[in-house]
């Protein structure tokens, strides 16, 4: 249990998870991870049987990332000490971590939520947009992202290496669980309005966009190769149109300046692609992302050489296409204005020598990232 001045509830807490334990005959132990408490919970929870792991690092993530480390069992249930989670049921948990589950949440709107234990912002709005988010981003089954109460293995806890110290640890968890190909299941719980009278340190809209940008940070298909393959496809389409002549969309007429926009636009959706293979490479081999097939088999025929000669003769061809413009304006007389064909003649060289370049400067860059992540250690 993470726990910062809890006095009022913490007793509670572990008194619950205390007559669970022998109830039901499991050797076990509870631990609380404080984070710096003032009023008195670390002599509270140690009079009521728990262990105390001071935790000097701030945080939600950092005081149940510890709590976790210092556990001596095989399996671990974490859940807020505001009394708000049932801990005298834990059954449910330890009998699919029992059969081999990794991860175990659980999931209020199964189990129930009781009248003024949730924001009405938050269990309509809130939980609801980031667990369909969850879903989207990682093909979780997992309906209720951000449930405070969930089971694990202590094994495969370790093996995610939890990295966030704040309320994103919960998204970590489950995204991490899910990209490693774990088995994260759910089952039903109960929530119950906290026993405080002080307000929650959730604040809701600062911490759901925590969680929010941590998901889009741990998604870069979603962040950045997705948008960058479709502004890239936008753009090309266009710009084939365009090359052959005047589009005539409706009442409207598409000619060169639409052009230059799409051709921008495929520069800066390889660029965007691009960033996010970076982004990706970087990410695994400081272990923020699992292992990609993809990357491999990029690494195995995207050699250096190769990039190097294919942003060469892009380049090659755009200065070609270059000369050949400024060739026809030098006989047109250059005060001339550039009729249309030239001014197509022109996007496109231009943006072959800006491609070739990116590509040539990209493989270099990729060419040292796939070094260092193949560092030893």
């Not at 025929?301 to 061809?317: D, F, N, R, S, T």
Request: charged share 20%; glycine share 12%; with cysteine.
């Amino acid at each position: 249990m993470p726990c910062l001045n809890e006095a009022q509830t913490l007793k509670t807490c572990i008194d619950m998870a205390a007559g669970f334990l022998e109830r039901s005959g499991i050797s076990g132990e509870i631990i609380i991870g404080d984070n710096g408490s003032t009023d008195g919970s670390q002599e509270i929870a140690r009079q009521a049987g728990a262990r105390v792991v001071d935790v000097p690092i701030r945080g939600y993530g950092a005081a149940l990332y510890h709590a976790t480390m210092a556990a001596r069992g095989r399996y671990a249930v974490m859940g807020d000490s505001d009394a708000s989670y049932d801990f005298s049921d834990l059954m449910p948990f330890l009998k699919r971590l029992r059969e081999g589950d990794d991860l175990v949440m659980g999931n209020r709107f199964a189990g129930g939520i009781k009248p003024g234990a949730m924001p009405w912002k938050n269990r309509y709005i809130g939980n609801p947009i980031l667990s369909g988010v969850g879903r989207l981003l990682f093909r979780t089954p997992i309906r209720d992202f951000h449930c405070g109460i969930r089971g694990y293995s202590l094994a495969a806890f370790k093996a995610l290496d939890l990295r966030t110290t704040g309320m994103e640890f919960a998204s970590e968890m489950v995204i991490k669980a899910t990209l490693a190909k774990m088995r994260v299941t759910e089952v039903p719980t109960t929530l119950s309005p906290d026993g405080r009278d002080r307000p929650p340190h959730l604040r809701p809209w600062r911490d759901g966009w925590r969680h929010l940008r941590f998901m889009l940070l741990y998604s870069p298909n979603w962040l950045f190769l997705v948008p960058g393959l479709a502004l890239m496809l936008v753009g090309a389409v266009v710009t084939g149109r365009l090359l052959i002549g005047p589009w005539h969309i409706g009442g409207v007429e598409l000619d060169v300046h639409t052009l230059l926009y799409a051709s921008f636009a495929i520069f800066v959706g390889f660029q965007i692609t691009l960033f996010g293979i970076f982004y990706k490479v970087l990410a695994i081999a400081d272990g923020l992302l699992p292992e990609s097939p993809r990357l491999t088999s990029l690494y195995k025929y995207a050699k250096l050489e190769i990039g190097v000669i294919a942003g060469a003769l892009l380049m090659l061809a755009g200065l070609v296409g270059s000369l050949l413009a400024v060739r026809t304006w030098a006989e047109a007389g250059f005060g001339q204005l550039l009729p249309g064909q030239l001014v197509r003649l022109i996007s496109v060289s231009a943006l072959g020598v800006a491609l070739g370049l990116e590509v040539i400067l990209g493989s270099f860059f990729l060419s040292l990232l796939s070094m260092r992540s193949r560092r030893p250690g």
